[in-house]
């Protein structure tokens, strides 16, 4: 018998309808495609695998949503992490550069778009993303970076401090990066609705299962849980920053981040009012970033860079208490009532990263912290490669599972990077 996995009291689980929990796997199984991970990577291909006539299962340790799909900041924002075009170019080439700009430019158009074709209700709303700067080399590199990136397609301009300051109610930045295609979604809400689409077309999806290995086994795939066994042509690992040892180097791959959010209940107005006004995103350009979303119901979220706190949960929190009233006076005072946070996949290269290490196993993660609208994308492609595209064709280069030189170093060390990044910032911001 299993046990269930614990959930976070995060916001999303708190105002997200009641659902009847998946039931586990118990007997053997077969099926076109396995799906390992019921997030929005798995839950996409899923749905896309569906819709073209193929038998899906879904399988997932704890439920849909469990992972960082249900727990995340839910802002659907386009653009890859970090790196400015030309980076990413020097690493995948021009015409991968190419596809890959195209395909993240476009990835929250994609995602309000599948939300409205299935009508999926979770409060999806594309009002613009605000990138605030919080130091003048920041505001020149994401001066350069909006040249660069307009110039390949996107749509974004500098806004100065009096309109930064009515679009986000925080006089703490003196200029921003508006970008009109980023909004928000619930994303439990989200993550279920996809769920609940990909069931309409037959998906069947199974929670409280563990996959504990996968081998080839002939021309098919066996998939090993505690209740049984999946045959099936293909395997989609959709793990992301829950990825295990499952596929050999996967989890040496990547480094595990913790980020973790805070919510209050409804706010008054009279605190509330003049934040985020109409309903942007807001995330900042320091090193240790700051993300923050206001609701429908006027409850503020607030996130940033958590750690774990060696029991089982995390800890950051008192951090980020304190780091929200800076950013926004007005909250001073407020009553944080919930507290969470989860894991994502940060890669090397800040790309997200598609490998197929056998023929008929495929696997997508490392959004580096932009997964909502990256992952739908990762897991639309994933289903495209299956139903017979060419790798030379996909967006994604189609790369070996490498580990990661000297992981366990730098992963020793990353407590303390972060520290120092975090007084570099404190030094900018003061
Ligand atoms: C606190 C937080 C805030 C974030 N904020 C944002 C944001 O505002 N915007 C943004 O774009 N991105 C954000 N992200 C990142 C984004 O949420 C993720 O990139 C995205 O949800 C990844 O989706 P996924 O489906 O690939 O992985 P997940 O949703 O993590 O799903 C992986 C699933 O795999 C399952 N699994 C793992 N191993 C096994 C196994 N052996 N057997 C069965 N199941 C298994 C897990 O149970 C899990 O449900 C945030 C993440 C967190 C944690």
């Not at 170019?89 to 939300?115: C, M, P």
């Not at 397609?153 to 009096?162: K, S």
């Not at 409280?208 to 080839?216: D, E, L, P, Y």
């Not at 006076?329 to 507290?339: A, D, I």
Request: net charge neutral; with cysteine.
């Amino acid at each position: 018998m299993t046990t269930a996995l614990p959930w976070p009291q995060s916001l999303w689980k708190t105002t997200a309808p009641e659902e009847t929990p998946n039931p586990p796997l118990t007997q053997d199984r077969e099926a076109d495609v396995t799906v390992i991970g019921a997030g929005y990577t798995g839950l996409r291909a899923a749905l896309a695998l569906a819709e073209a006539g193929m038998r899906v299962i879904v399988l997932d340790a704890g439920d849909v949503g469990f992972g960082a799909s249900g727990r995340t900041g839910g802002q659907v924002n386009p653009m890859l992490p970090f790196n400015a075009p030309a980076t990413v170019e020097k690493i995948v080439g021009r015409q991968a550069f190419e596809k890959l700009a195209a395909q993240s430019l476009g990835s929250a158009d994609e995602v309000f778009s599948l939300i409205n074709t299935y009508q999926i209700e979770c409060q999806a709303r594309q009002n613009g993303w605000l990138r605030v700067h919080h130091s003048k080399a920041a505001q020149r590199k994401a001066k350069a970076d909006i040249a660069d990136w307009n110039a390949v397609g996107a749509d974004m301009r500098v806004i100065d401090q009096d309109e930064v300051a009515t679009l986000s109610g925080s006089r703490a930045y003196s200029t921003a990066t508006l970008n009109p295609k980023g909004g928000a979604v619930h994303p439990l809400m989200f993550v279920r609705g996809l769920a609940a689409a990909g069931k309409a077309r037959g998906v069947e999806v199974f929670g409280q299962t563990a996959v504990s290995a996968i081998s080839r086994d002939g021309a098919t795939w066996l998939t090993q849980t505690e209740g049984g066994k999946v045959r099936s042509d293909w395997v989609v690992v959709a793990t992301n920053g829950y990825s295990d040892g499952l596929v050999k180097n996967l989890a040496k791959s990547i480094f595990p981040i913790t980020p973790i959010q805070i919510a209050t209940d409804p706010l008054p107005d009279d605190v509330i009012g003049d934040i985020l006004p109409q309903g942007h995103t807001i995330s900042d350009s320091r090193r240790v970033i700051m993300y923050a979303r206001r609701e429908p119901d006027n409850r503020m979220v607030y996130g940033g860079h958590g750690e774990p706190d060696g029991k089982g949960g995390m800890k950051g929190f008192d951090w980020l208490m304190k780091d929200a009233v800076r950013v926004f006076p007005q909250l001073e005072g407020v009553r944080w009532t919930h507290k969470w946070g989860g894991n994502i996949a940060v890669t090397e290269d800040h790309l997200p990263h598609l490998h197929e290490p056998q023929a008929g196993l495929i696997v997508g993660l490392g959004y580096n912290g932009r997964g909502v609208a990256m992952s739908n994308v990762m897991g639309r492609v994933m289903a495209e490669r299956i139903l017979g595209a060419a790798p030379k064709d996909l967006p994604f280069p189609v790369t070996k599972v490498a580990g990661i030189p000297l992981r366990n170093l730098k992963v020793m060390g990353m407590k303390h990077v972060i520290r120092w990044m975090k007084f570099l910032d404190y030094l900018e911001t003061r």
